[in-house]
C-alpha cells in the first residue's frame, strides 16, 4: 500500500481485501475487555478537522488510541485556523511534532492531496470537500460484506444527493471495484454530469429499485447547497424518501448519516432489522484502526521471530 | 539446499507425549490452561491440551494468541506481504490460572515476549510457563522455556521447519544446511 490514503483510487482490489481482513481482526480486539494493543506505541497520528464530524473523528480518534499511538486533536474553531492561519503554515507547524500520520477532514477539495505534500507524515483523508471520503467507503463495504456474506454481484442503488456527496463518489469507486453493480438515483439536478464515468448506471426516480439488494441513503446536504437544487425538501421526500413502502424485503439499507429523519429516509425504517446504519458506525472504528495499521505499520510477517533476519533466512513455516 | 530431518512424526508423538507428563507433573494440581501462538504453537497447543486433559482426567481450557500487533519491529519490515492476522482466542478467565504458552520454535525470545504482553491484555495468571517443540538458541531476550522437546544447537544462518500435519500433511522438524556465504 502506498504511504498516503487520499482516494479510492490509490487502492487495488488486493489493498481492499487486506484492509477489510485486518478490520476483521481488529474486530477481535475491540470484543476485548481491554480493547488496545501496542502497535503503534510511540507514534503520533494528529487529527486535523476543519469540518464539523461526530463520526469520522471519534472513530478516527479511538483507533488511534486502541492502537496506543499518541493522539492530537486540532479543530478549525479555538485554534490558529481561527486567526487566519493557512492550511500550510499549519500543517507545517504540526509537522514540527514528527507526528506519523495526519488525518485531515477539510471542506475543500483536493485539501488531503495538498497536505500531503507539505509533510513527511501519512496522509489520511478523512473527507474533503465534495470530492471523496475514502475510509467511509471502506466501512461501507466492511459492514456490508459482514452482513450480505459477498461483494461481488450486488446490486446497490445510491439514492439522494449525488452532487454534493463525497460518500457517493468514494462509494461507486469501492463498489464497482469490489464487482458490485451501481446506480446512482436522485433528482436530475443532484446527479453530477458524466457520472456513469465512475462505472454506474444513472436513474432519476426510483422505479426499479426493487431489483437493489441494497439502498444506499445519501444525506441532502443543505449546508453545500448554494441554489434550489429540489423545490422543497417535501416534494423530495414525496419522489425519493426510502420508507416501508420502498424498502423491499430482504433489501438492506445504508446510510452514511447523520441522517435527516422524514426526509431521505422515514423513521420506520431506519430502526429497522434491514437497516445497518448502526453496524456502519461500529464498523468505522476497526477500519480505521486497519487503515492506520496498513499505513504506519507496514506490511511483513505476522507471528514469527525473523526480525533480525534478512529476508532470505526467514523461516518458510511462519510465512501465513 | 539439503535438509536433515531431527524429528520425525513418531519422534514428534513420543515427545508431546512427554511434555504433557511434564506439564501434568509439575502442575501439581493447580488449574492448567493451554494457549497456543498462531500458527503452529496454536495446533500443537491443541495436541498438548488433549493429552494433558487425558493424564489430568479432567478437563483443560485451550486458547490461542496472534501476536503480530505486539511484536517490537512494526514498522521495520518491508512493506509488500499481506499477512493474515489470525483472531486471539482465550474464551476463560485467567485469573489464578497457570498458562502454558506454546510454540513451535523458542529463537530470539521476541515472538514469547510479544506472547505474554498479549496474554496479560486477557487478564492476570497465576503464572505463566512455556513450551516449545523446539530450542535453537540464539536468545536475544531473558527468555527461558520450561519444557522443550528438543533442544537444537544451530547457526544463526541455518533454517528450522517444523512441519505439522494439519498445514503441512506431515509431522516433521527438519534443520536445513547453512546457507552458502
Not at chain 1, 501496542?38 to 492502537?67: D, H
Not at chain 2, 500443537?44 to 483443560?60: C, I, M, N, S
Not at chain 2, 519490515?77 to 486471539?88: E, K, N
Request: charged share 25%.
Amino acid at each position: 500500500m502506498r504511504k498516503h490514503l487520499l482516494s479510492i483510487d490509490d487502492l487495488t482490489r488486493d489493498d481492499i481485501e487486506r484492509i477489510l481482513g485486518r478490520a476483521q481482526s481488529f474486530a477481535e480486539i475491540s470484543g476485548r475487555t481491554i480493547k488496545k494493543v501496542p502497535t503503534l506505541r510511540g507514534r503520533t497520528v494528529i487529527n486535523l478537522f476543519y469540518e464539523a464530524s461526530t463520526r469520522t473523528s471519534s472513530s478516527f480518534e479511538l483507533a488511534a488510541k486502541r492502537l496506543s499511538a499518541d493522539l492530537v486533536n486540532v479543530k478549525s474553531a479555538g485554534s490558529a485556523v481561527d486567526k487566519g492561519e493557512s492550511l500550510k503554515d499549519t500543517v507545517q507547524t504540526l509537522s514540527a511534532y514528527d507526528p506519523t500520520a495526519i488525518v485531515i477532514r477539510s471542506p475543500h477539495v483536493g485539501a488531503a492531496r495538498l497536505v500531503a505534500r507539505w509533510t513527511a507524515a501519512s496522509v489520511i483523508n478523512a473527507g474533503d470537500g465534495k470530492h471523496e471520503h475514502p475510509t467511509q467507503a471502506l466501512l461501507d463495504l466492511y459492514t456490508l460484506r459482514r452482513r450480505a456474506g459477498a461483494l461481488e454481484g450486488l446490486r446497490i442503488w445510491i439514492v439522494g444527493d449525488v452532487l454534493h456527496s463525497r460518500v457517493a463518489r468514494s462509494n461507486i469507486l469501492a463498489f464497482t471495484r469490489m464487482g458490485c453493480d451501481v446506480t446512482v438515483c436522485g433528482p436530475p439536478t443532484l446527479i453530477p454530469r458524466g457520472v456513469e464515468e465512475l462505472g454506474c448506471h444513472v436513474a432519476y426516480s426510483l422505479d426499479g429499485i426493487e431489483k437493489a439488494d441494497v439502498i444506499y441513503a445519501l444525506r441532502m446536504q443543505n449546508e453545500r447547497m448554494t441554489g434550489a437544487f429540489v423545490p422543497s425538501l417535501r416534494e423530495y421526500a414525496a419522489r425519493f424518501q426510502i420508507d416501508g413502502r420502498r424498502l423491499g424485503a430482504g433489501q438492506l439499507l445504508m446510510h452514511p448519516g447523520p441522517v435527516n429523519r422524514g426526509v431521505e429516509l422515514a423513521a420506520e425504517v431506519i430502526d429497522s432489522p434491514q437497516s445497518l446504519i448502526v453496524a456502519q458506525v461500529e464498523s468505522g472504528v476497526v477500519v480505521r484502526m486497519a487503515v492506520l495499521y496498513e499505513l504506519l505499520a507496514g506490511g511483513g510477517d505476522p507471528g514469527d521471530e525473523m526480525s533480525s533476519l534478512p529476508p532470505a533466512l526467514v523461516r518458510p513455516e511462519s510465512v501465513a | 539446499m539439503g535438509e536433515k530431518v531431527v524429528l520425525d512424526a513418531e519422534d514428534m508423538r513420543r515427545t508431546l507425549v512427554r511434555i504433557a507428563h511434564e506439564i501434568v507433573e509439575k502442575a501439581g494440581g493447580r488449574s492448567l490452561a493451554i494457549v497456543g501462538i498462531h500458527r503452529r504453537g496454536a495446533l500443537l497447543a491443541t495436541r498438548l491440551r488433549d493429552l494433558v486433559a487425558e493424564l489430568a482426567g479432567e478437563p483443560v481450557p485451550l486458547g490461542n494468541i496472534d501476536i503480530s500487533f505486539y511484536r517490537d519491529d512494526v514498522g521495520m519490515r518491508s512493506p509488500g506481504d499481506s499477512p493474515v492476522v489470525h483472531a486471539s482466542h482465550i474464551g476463560f478467565p485467567l485469573e489464578g490460572m497457570t498458562v502454558v504458552l506454546v510454540d513451535d520454535v523458542l529463537f530470539t525470545g521476541r515472538t514469547v515476549r510479544a506472547a505474554i504482553e498479549a496474554l496479560f491484555d486477557y487478564g492476570r495468571p497465576a503464572r505463566v510457563q512455556l513450551a516449545v517443540l523446539a530450542d535453537r538458541g540464539h536468545r536475544e531476550l531473558p527468555i527461558r522455556p520450561d519444557y522443550v522437546g528438543k533442544n537444537l544447537p544451530t547457526a544463526r544462518s541455518e533454517r528450522v521447519f517444523v512441519r505439522v500435519e494439519e498445514l503441512d500433511g506431515d509431522d516433521q522438524v527438519a534443520i536445513a544446511e547453512e546457507v552458502a556465504a
